[in-house]
Nanobody, 116 residues
């Protein structure tokens, strides 16, 4: 059974930093691309970042480029999202998911709130 367990969300002031983690199980993590998504209140879930297997090539949505960094630890089957210089518009529930795995499933997410 595929599982995603996100953690690390918190209330943080603008300009602050957080590191999200997503522990996975139930699929071949080392051969799977991994994505982070987020969903703000009353908005559609949106793509945030992706990292490929093997070579760890990354890509980001424009609004987080230069502030967020996705990484992975295949030995721990975990993907991370380092978020720096956080802005109020980053407030959302953050989810990880592998686009390589079917059927699609989601974890519970982790809440990130950026407010002063």
């Amino acid at each position: 059974q595929v599982q995603y367990v996100e953690s690390g969300g918190a209330l943080v002031q603008p300009g602050g930093s957080l590191r999200l983690s997503c522990a996975t199980s139930g699929f071949s993590f080392s051969s799977a691309a991994m994505n982070w998504y987020r969903q703000a209140p009353a908005k559609e879930r949106e793509f945030v970042a992706t990292i490929t297997p093997t070579y760890g090539v990354t890509n980001y949505r424009d609004s987080v480029k230069g502030r967020f960094t996705i990484s992975r630890d295949d030995s721990k089957e975990t993907v991370y999202l380092q978020m720096n210089n956080l802005k109020p518009e980053d407030t959302a529930v953050y989810y990880c998911m592998s686009p390589s795995v079917r059927p699609v499933s989601w974890g519970q997410g982790t809440q990130v709130t950026v407010a002063s």
